[in-house]
């Protein structure tokens, strides 16, 4: 008889959900759930995304071989003191999925401990949605999954974490904490300011101009959707990586002092040149695979607002077994064409479904 590794995960909201209705899914390992909402507990084991509910948080550690805490970072480090005050009798991983790593990673470094081999965390996905309903076991398939090790920690502990992870079929990758804060920050944390700003401008100038709100769709909606994140959460995730934030905020200001002259200036050649490099550089984001970072190949299909619009182009590259990797409706009004955006894992497939779907009469133009 197969004894199956117990899993403690500690926070059960989206990502916490995921992971425990990912790794009960196996059947390879006993889950063990904590939240403070009892509702969410009833609700994640009425629907068997765990095992069994945690009455008493240090007998469940007790039971663990793996600990995940998927907590805001403030409440990760408030676990990680508490787990560090309980005396294991056989070592124990812990980890977290924490967004930004290097106060986590502090924490970690003083850990007295000597069980705890501590392993940082990060699922780099997620949702427009949040909590325990939103849970889905293939939230991470294909995504990056960032480790980030304590110093102490054992490489056959990391080891041990990366197997559990291959369950989520995402893409582990290795990172310091300094190094992965510094690139969230500027991929993921700082847009995110970028684009709550672009909302408050258009608030403001709202004011001025009634028809701002009906206006504002298309991209501005697209630029700024990830300002609709939950508050609380992103205000943690600045607090804790306000020093990188500050620096680009700083770098920010510089490029947008550099882009006024240009424009105050009538440098048209140098405006042309600024934008080109930005649209080259965009362009060619995901275009070769490298790493651990899977590449895809889109196309932009132009479809009338109507019944099965979406479904007929689904099925049609379907019945060639072309599978879409993402999709996406980028512009859409009511009696008007739109545009739909597919993405596909290989140049190959790209290719056949524009030849199948220009066949079948569809406009359609590559992503290059």
Avoid at 33 to 40: A, E, F, H, L, V
Avoid at 61 to 86: H, N, S
Avoid at 157 to 163: G, M, N
Avoid at 291 to 299: E, K, Q, R, T
Wanted: charged content about 25%; some cysteine; hydrophobic content about 40%.
């Amino acid at each position: 008889m197969v004894v199956k590794q117990t899993i403690l995960m500690i926070g059960l909201g989206l990502i916490g959900g995921s992971l425990a209705k990912r790794f009960r899914q196996s059947g390879d390992y006993y889950i063990i759930g904590y939240d403070r909402n009892q509702t969410t507990l009833t609700y994640a084991l009425i629907n068997h995304v765990i095992d069994e509910t945690c009455e008493d948080l240090t007998d469940s550690a007790y039971q663990a071989d793996i600990i995940i805490l998927g907590t805001p970072i403030t409440e990760t480090i408030q676990y990680l003191q508490e787990l560090d005050q309980m005396t294991f009798e056989r070592d124990v991983i812990v980890s977290d999925v924490s967004s930004v790593k290097q106060p986590i990673a502090d924490a970690s470094d003083h850990l007295q401990n000597p069980r705890i081999q501590f392993i940082g965390g990060h699922p780099m996905a997620g949702s427009h949605k949040k909590g325990i309903t939103a849970a889905k076991d293939h939230l991470f398939e294909n995504a990056i999954y960032v480790l980030a090790p304590s110093r102490d920690c054992t490489e056959d502990a990391v080891k041990s974490l990366e197997h559990l992870l291959k369950e989520t079929k995402s893409h582990i990758i290795r990172l310091e904490a300094n190094e992965h804060d510094e690139m969230t920050g500027v991929i993921s944390h700082f847009p995110h300011l970028i684009a709550s700003a672009l909302v408050q401008q258009a608030k403001k100038w709202g004011d001025t101009h009634a028809f701002i709100p009906q206006l504002a769709a298309g991209g501005f909606r697209d630029v700024t959707r990830i300002a609709s994140g939950n508050p609380d959460l992103w205000q943690d995730i600045f607090y804790h990586n306000k020093e990188k934030l500050v620096q680009l905020l700083n770098d920010w200001i510089e490029e947008m002092e550099a882009l006024k002259q240009m424009l105050e200036q009538d440098y048209k050649t140098a405006l042309t040149a600024y934008l080109k490099q930005a649209k080259d550089y965009r362009d060619g984001l995901g275009a070769q695979e490298q790493g651990a970072i899977p590449s895809f190949y889109d196309l932009y299909v132009d479809i009338r607002d109507q019944t099965g619009a979406i479904a007929t182009v689904a099925n049609l590259l379907a019945a060639e077994k072309i599978s879409i990797t993402n999709i996406r409706i980028l512009e859409i009004r009511e009696g008007i064409t739109g545009v739909l955006r597919l993405s596909v894992a290989s140049k190959e497939e790209q290719l056949k479904s524009y030849k199948l779907l220009k066949q079948q009469g569809y406009d359609l133009m590559l992503d290059e």
